[in-house]
């Protein structure tokens, strides 16, 4: 049984609680009263792996305040960053998280482990409020060398389970490759990112 740890980051409202849960329940529920990080377990298995999936959704109205006890650098296996597509301002937040987890990445392993990411425009079926199109999201996702993909977290189930599954097959493809390895070293900056986001609530779907 692999565990594949994943987080989820972007700005309030974006809709990754809403993203999430899609995936996990299939489900769309229109309002979540979190106003705390949780992190969500989930067994599962891809091409014929049983994988123990651990994801950590982050609440932009938590206080923030941090630490797990393992040494959190080397907590997530990859990222889901995500930004509502009606809302510029979550886009650019998005773009600031994709530069401190590359900064990270360049630090713990010097280019040499490519931590794997995938930048999500959600909110799709919101395209007449449109304010980021999509050619913006891909551009972005080439610069920062991650996967894109528009969703709607409202009307999607399909896409956004395709998006997880690619990841975690990344995510396995890139454990495996660094399999004797320290997965990734001492990042401070990495382990400020996490710690920025990290609480200790625990769900189960
Ligand atoms: N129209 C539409 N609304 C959405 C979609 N996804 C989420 N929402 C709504 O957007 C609001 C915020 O969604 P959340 O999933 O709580 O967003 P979040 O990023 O987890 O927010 P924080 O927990 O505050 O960080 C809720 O009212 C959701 O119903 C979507 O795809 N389309």
Redesign the pocket.
């Known amino acids: 049984m692999s565990d594949i740890k994943l987080a989820l980051l972007?700005s309030?409202?974006?809709?990754?609680?809403?993203v999430l849960v899609r995936f996990l329940t299939r489900r769309f529920i229109?309002?979540?009263a979190?106003s705390a990080n949780s992190l969500y377990h989930k067994r599962m298995s891809i091409d014929g792996r049983q994988l123990n999936l651990e994801i950590f959704d982050s609440?932009?109205?938590s206080s923030g305040n941090t630490c797990i006890q393992e040494e959190p650098v080397n907590w997530a296996d990859g990222f889901v960053v995500?930004y509502n597509i009606s809302d510029r301002t979550s886009f650019l937040h998005a773009k600031s998280v994709l530069q401190q987890i590359k900064e990270a990445r360049e630090e713990s392993s010097k280019g040499l482990v490519d931590i794997p990411v995938f930048l999500v425009g959600?909110?799709q079926?919101?395209c007449n409020a449109r304010q980021v199109c999509e050619e913006e999201g891909r551009a972005l996702a080439q610069e920062e060398r991650c996967h894109f993909q528009e969703v709607?977290?409202?009307e999607d189930y399909l896409e956004i389970s395709n998006l997880f599954t690619k990841l975690i097959r990344h995510v396995m493809d890139n454990l495996k490759h660094c399999a004797g390895r320290r997965r990734y070293s001492g990042s401070k900056s990495m382990a400020k990112l996490i710690n920025n986001v990290f609480g200790k609530r625990r769900k189960s779907v």
């Open positions: 972007g309030e409202g974006a809709g990754k609680t809403a229109g309002e979540y979190s609440c932009s109205q995500v959600n909110k079926d919101l709607s977290a409202a």
